[in-house]
T-cell receptor
Framework: AQKVTQAQTEISVVEKEDVTLDCVYETRDTTYYLFWYKQPPSGELVFLIRRNSFDEQNEISGRYSWNFQKSTSSFNFTITASQVVDSAVYFCALSEAIGGANNLFFGTGTRLTVIP | DTGVSQDPRHKITKRGQNVTFRCDPISEHNRLYWYRQTLGQGPEFLTYFQNEAQLEKSRLLSDRFSAERPKGSFSTLEIQRTEQGDSAMYLC??????????FGSGTRLTVV
């Protein structure tokens, strides 16, 4: 069975600080995808990244970076020099890659508040 | 293409009434998903269509819920005899094989 755990329910940081959001997952599949989504107050889920289980390279996109460690089943997300516009709920998700619906299993989310 | 559209954005209904939501996916996406999100939780999978075929349903989808995608394009989700526990955000997403999922803005249902 798949499971995604985001242990941090809420985080507050002061603008320009760096912040890391943790994600730990469980799956019996050897092939799977991991995702991060941002949900601002408007409610829409905004796609940030997809990573397949065979690609453990870290990725950087502007102020965002992701650290995928298969050995610890973690896929952590770091925002560098946080801004007020980063305030949102962030979800980590997992999907199987082979067969079936490939539906997403979400964590419970981390609410990030960036204080100006 | 403007992404995934959902209608209405908000719906308030009295307990026991039926409601129907609509989702228009990205036109070239053959996969369509419905999710439900309650306050403080992540979205939970409800059902999945590949073209017009409903291929998978979650146990969360009680017999009061029905979803259709008659021509493989837009989809509807109907809830009959609504209960207060049905109050949630209903999210639609579409995708193509090998691609990520694009979500709509959701329909927020409040049952009073």
């Amino acid at each position: 069975a798949q499971k995604v755990t985001q242990a941090q329910t809420e985080i507050s940081v002061v603008e320009k600080e760096d912040v890391t959001l943790d994600c730990v997952y469980e799956t019996r599949d050897t092939t799977y995808y991991l995702f991060w989504y941002k949900q601002p107050p408007s409610g829409e889920l905004v796609f940030l990244i997809r990573r397949n289980s065979f690609d453990e390279q870290n990725e950087i996109s502007g102020r965002y970076s992701w650290n995928f460690q298969k050995s610890t089943s973690s896929f952590n997300f770091t925002i560098t020099a946080s801004q007020v516009v980063d305030s949102a709920v962030y979800f980590c998700a997992l999907s199987e890659a082979i067969g079936g619906a490939n539906n997403l299993f979400f964590g419970t989310g981390t609410r990030l508040t960036v204080i100006p | 293409d403007t992404g995934v559209s959902q209608d209405p954005r908000h719906k308030i209904t009295k307990r026991g009434q039926n409601v129907t939501f609509r989702c228009d996916p990205i036109s070239e996406h053959n996969r369509l998903y419905w999710y439900r999100q309650t306050l403080g939780q992540g979205p939970e999978f409800l059902t999945y269509f590949q073209n017009e075929a409903q291929l998978e349903k979650s146990r969360l989808l009680s017999d009061r819920f029905s979803a259709e995608r008659p021509k493989g394009s837009f989809s509807t989700l109907e809830i009959q005899r609504t209960e207060q526990g049905d109050s949630a955000m209903y999210l639609c997403a579409s995708s193509s094989p090998g691609e990520g999922y694009t979500f709509g803005s959701g329909t927020r249902l409040t049952v009073v």
